[in-house]
Nanobody, 123 residues
Framework: QLQLVESGGGLELPGGSLKLSCAAS????????IGWFRQAPGKEREGVSY???????KYADSVKGRFTISRDTAKNTVYLQMNSLKPEDTAVYYC?????????????????WGQGTQVTVSS
């Protein structure tokens, strides 16, 4: 059964760090476009970062320089290292896998989604 499971969320102080994990079963992550998305209360889901089959990455302007996406092929897991966290980073974070041959941060290109993990940044 195909499944994406996020973990690593929690409560963190502004300026702190969290590392999210997206573990896959039933699919090989390096054969897909993998994206991280987030949705804050009352806001639309937004693309945060992706890593494509070739290992190329992209980040939303709001997280560039603070977040890093990476992939561990042996563990079939994708990570999102989040540093210098801000209160506006508070959201539910989702990982997603897409079969599309192109790379994008638009959610329409992603076919499989995890259930999400809550990240709260607050003092």
């Amino acid at each position: 059964q195909l499944q994406l499971v996020e973990s690593g969320g929690g409560l963190e102080l502004p300026g702190g760090s969290l590392k999210l994990s997206c573990a896959a079963s039933g699919l090989t992550l390096n054969s897909y476009l993998i994206g991280w998305f987030r949705q804050a209360p009352g806001k639309e889901r937004e693309g945060v970062s992706y890593i494509n089959r070739s290992g190329n990455t992209k980040y939303a302007d709001s997280v560039k320089g603070r977040f890093t996406i990476s992939r561990d092929t042996a563990k079939n897991t994708v990570y999102l290292q989040m540093n210098s966290l801000k209160p506006e980073d508070t959201a539910v974070y989702y990982c997603a896998a897409g079969r599309a041959p192109f790379a994008t941060l638009s959610s329409y290109a992603y076919d499989y989604w995890g259930q999400g993990t809550q990240v709260t940044v607050s003092s």
